[in-house]
């Protein structure tokens, strides 16, 4: 069996961002890929280094 896709969706807003992205994650194939999204609630500036933080302490697949 292939590896599942991974995609990590980070957004600047913490409700109605993640909304939208969850809607569409209930039509994609749960075997195919794995959908994890981060609803943040921070400005622009502050989700890129929040986004620098997570590469640095996160294995690549």
Do not use: D, S
Not at 33 to 58: P, Q
Request: with cysteine; hydrophobic share 40%; net charge neutral.
């Amino acid at each position: 069996m292939a590896e599942r896709e991974r995609i990590l969706i980070v957004c600047e807003g913490a409700k109605t961002e993640p909304n939208y992205f969850r809607a569409i994650q209930e039509k994609l194939p749960p075997r195919v890929v794995e959908v994890e999204i981060a609803g943040e609630g921070h400005n622009t500036l502050r989700l890129v280094e929040t986004l620098n933080r997570f590469k640095l302490t996160t294995p690549a697949p």
